[in-house]
């Protein structure tokens, strides 16, 4: 049975840059009921099958070993606030290898729904038999049958209660085989003790080095960039953001069925990681995803050492750049210049990475050169078909992008002819006599 653990508590062993720790699993769902774990993060979504989740059970039910769990030091101050949130406290630590298995554990002893890759919300419901000590993934077998506990959740919601209502169970077995199934349910309740190997990551740890860490350890090899860290930082600092992003993602899966307006179109439907990098281009005149996370930070490079008022200040042009790239007037454009290009669905369209970075040109001429609608549309259009034919944003994009966006900056705000002026030109020197 687990006692008092702390975030740093349990068995630990300073090793450099490591922290090696046991938990039980009723200090992980403790810590990540309270935020002080948070989870999901780096973005993975639960694909586990409940299959999974019933072998899973199963081997800490044999004693057998499940690996061990990989987490970040976010960096956080003790008592930090989210924004936007002032009630909710920016979490101490970062799920980085073990997040099937946690979110897996977090549902099942306590009862309630996951988020799946689609955005659904579901209920992991595993069974167990006490007489054949056997897990199983709930079904309307063990739903009828007596002698099946067909939810274990409540079984760890109340194991006493639970024990003794089991006992009064028309079971037609003796009373012996049903003191016997008793300790068995006990047992299963005692799970919660169950003891997890920890692997606490230092703050001071940048995120290629997690990154690296992660590949090495992690037996599929899933590769981490550094849009997962951006993403795990805004769920640190700014959750609602993060989740805006999400939503924003799935609505644009497919059309409304309700007949509301929607970011779906024909051209593109982005992944999270697509739009960040619109937002980051935007707000925080980046092309790389790297040096984002490096401004969000808010960390000294040289000192290593936090900036608070720093890291408010990014986040707060984030959040503005974040506003309009996800306003639905803004995102109908989008399908409005591709198609003055030419461009009439997706299936003509070779490089994303274009439309991401039109999207943000187009943006960048609105918001801050005051150009019309219909004159940008056609600029735009112009800056697609020539992004489209040379590839410019194939490859390694990002220096050309950080080197449009710092020209851009340069220029004289709410001055249309200076935004006009370096498209027309980057159009001519780009589509040589070759084009």
Do not use: C
């Not at 995120?207 to 960039?225: C, K, P, Q, T, Y």
């Not at 003055?340 to 943006?363: D, H, P, Q, T």
């Amino acid at each position: 049975m687990s006692g008092n653990f702390h975030l740093r508590g349990g068995t630990e062993d300073r090793m450099g840059e490591f922290t090696y720790a046991t938990w039980s699993v009723q200090a992980l769902v403790s810590h990540i009921e309270t935020g002080s774990l948070a989870l999901p993060e780096l973005q993975r979504p639960f694909v586990w099958q409940p299959t999974k989740v019933r072998d899973l059970l199963d081997s800490m039910y044999k004693g057998f070993p499940v690996g061990q769990i990989m987490l970040w030091e976010s960096g956080a101050e003790p008592g930090a606030k989210r924004i936007g949130d002032p009630a909710g406290n920016a979490p101490q630590f970062l799920v980085v290898d073990g997040q099937q298995r946690l979110t897996s554990l977090y549902a099942v002893t306590t009862g309630k729904e996951i988020v799946d890759s689609k955005y659904k919300k579901r209920k992991i419901i595993i069974s167990f038999n006490p007489f054949t000590e056997r897990f199983e993934v709930a079904n309307p077998a063990t739903r009828n049958a007596s002698d099946w506990v067909y939810d274990v959740s409540e079984l760890f919601a109340k194991p006493m209660e639970y024990l003794l209502s089991f006992g009064k169970r028309d079971l037609k077995r003796d009373d012996e085989e049903i003191t016997q199934a008793q300790t068995v349910l006990s047992s299963v309740s005692n799970l919660v003790g169950y003891n997890f190997s920890i692997v606490q990551l230092s703050e001071s740890l940048d995120e290629e080095e997690v990154a690296d860490i992660f590949v090495r350890i992690n037996s599929e090899g899933v590769h981490l960039g550094s849009a997962d860290f951006v993403l795990t930082l805004m769920s640190v600092y700014w959750e609602t953001g993060r989740i805006a992003i999400e939503k924003f993602s799935q609505a644009a899966m497919a059309p409304s069925l309700d007949g509301t307006a929607s970011p779906f179109n024909w051209h593109i439907r982005p992944a999270p990681t697509e739009l960040l990098r619109v937002i980051t281009a935007l707000g925080l005149r980046r092309g790389s995803l790297k040096d984002s996370y490096i401004a969000l930070r808010g960390r000294d490079r040289i000192t290593g050492k936090v900036d608070i008022v720093k890291r408010k200040v990014q986040f707060d042009l984030l959040a503005e750049a974040q506003s309009k790239v996800l306003e639905l007037s803004n995102w109908s454009e989008i399908p409005q210049f591709l198609e003055r290009a030419g461009f009439r669905s997706e299936k003509m369209i070779s490089s994303r990475n274009a439309i991401l970075y039109s999207y943000v040109m187009w943006l960048i001429g609105k918001t801050e050169f005051g150009i019309s609608k219909l004159e940008l549309r056609n600029l735009i259009a112009k800056w697609f078909f020539m992004a489209q034919l040379t590839s410019r944003y194939a490859g390694s994009f990002e220096t050309l992008v950080d080197q449009d966006l710092a020209t851009l900056a340069a220029l004289p705000k709410n001055e249309p002819n200076g935004f006009i002026n370096f498209i027309d030109h980057a159009i001519k020197t780009t589509l040589s006599d070759d084009f």
